[in-house]
């Protein structure tokens, strides 16, 4: 079995790793998508990458803005919205945690509340709170929220709901991030029925008839079964990757999660970052750990985070 340590690890460079993964089939359907065999951070040749200048290895928006706010949370010892505002912004002007420093995905939703914090608007009112303002932009990056956060679940939930807020006002949005991390947290625990776990666990914080039960039975619905098209659409994309992990071990889950097509670097990361946690860091391909770039970026920010497990 993976020691903590193992599962932190996994859970941070899973993620990352499935991001990178992802990032030159995005946009593609399904039916255009190479073979799973041949799906690799250089795709085979012949097809037609997304973002072409990107070169094979790089995460995107996704795990950028994961690490904005893990060094947030290193750095000010609790989740501090505002700094974290700033880190966006940092993002998106100067490319702060991007690979090589260049942005090259940044999301409707996202930019629209990154512009509103430019212009004044604190982080925790910035993000679009409308119906249709229900983009994965807040689910991506909320995992090292999880594998950092030491206090109750309710404490957990709601600064996963907090840090959704400077991009992803909705009730919706706060909710998928909310129920992610205790996904991660009974894994990080090694429940056996993890998800199932983490369903209850919500219930019990959000009773029946609150706003957040409305949510979440009717709109959510954790009780169908796993099943998803790759879109980014939040809820779909966390059953896309719930989905995903069904389909066995680290590198089996981020080729499943690439292969739903569309939005294929966010579902391979949400999926990546739960199957690394599940599996532990050397689960991970080691072709894929090498092959990473911007390591130098990850691996001060991981001594700390592992750090204060194991202390």
């Not at 706003?211 to 939040?234: F, K, M, N, T």
Request: hydrophobic letters at 40%; a negative charge; aromatic letters at 8%.
């Amino acid at each position: 079995m993976p020691t903590i340590a193992e599962r932190i690890e996994g859970g941070l460079l899973g993620l990352l790793i499935g991001d990178a993964l992802g990032v030159p089939y995005e946009f593609h359907p399904p039916q255009a998508l190479p073979p799973l065999e041949e799906i690799e951070f250089k795709p085979p040749a012949g097809f037609r990458r997304s973002h072409g200048q990107v070169l094979p290895g790089t995460w995107s928006d996704d795990g950028a803005q994961a690490l904005a706010l893990l060094a947030s949370l290193l750095e000010q010892g609790e989740l501090d919205i505002q700094d974290f505002g700033r880190r966006l912004v940092a993002w998106y002007e100067q490319g702060y945690m991007a690979v090589d420093g260049i942005v090259f995905d940044v999301g409707i939703q996202t930019s629209r509340a990154i512009r509103a914090m430019m212009a004044g608007t604190p982080a925790a009112k910035a993000g679009p709170a409308e119906e249709a303002a229900n983009g994965n932009g807040s689910l991506m990056r909320v995992l090292p929220l999880a594998l950092w956060h030491r206090g109750s679940d309710r404490e957990l939930v709601e600064a996963a709901r907090r840090q959704s807020l400077p991009t992803h006002g909705h009730l919706r949005a706060q909710l998928c991030c909310a129920l992610y991390c205790l996904w991660a947290r009974r894994l990080l625990e090694e429940a056996p029925d993890p998800w199932p776990a983490a369903v209850r666990a919500l219930r019990d914080i959000y009773g029946p008839g609150s706003a957040e039960d409305e949510e979440l039975e009717r709109h959510i619905r954790p009780d169908d079964p796993p099943q998803g098209s790759g879109s980014g659409y939040v809820v779909d994309c966390l059953y896309s990757a719930w989905w995903a992990v069904q389909a066995g071990g680290y590198e089996q889950v981020v080729k499943a999660a690439v292969a739903l097509g569309h939005d294929t670097d966010t579902t391979a990361c949400v999926a990546g970052g739960i199957a690394g946690i599940r599996d532990g860091v050397k689960a991970i391909p080691l072709r894929w750990r090498e092959q990473l770039r911007g390591k130098e970026l990850v691996e001060p920010l991981l001594q700390q985070l592992v750090r204060q497990w194991t202390v």
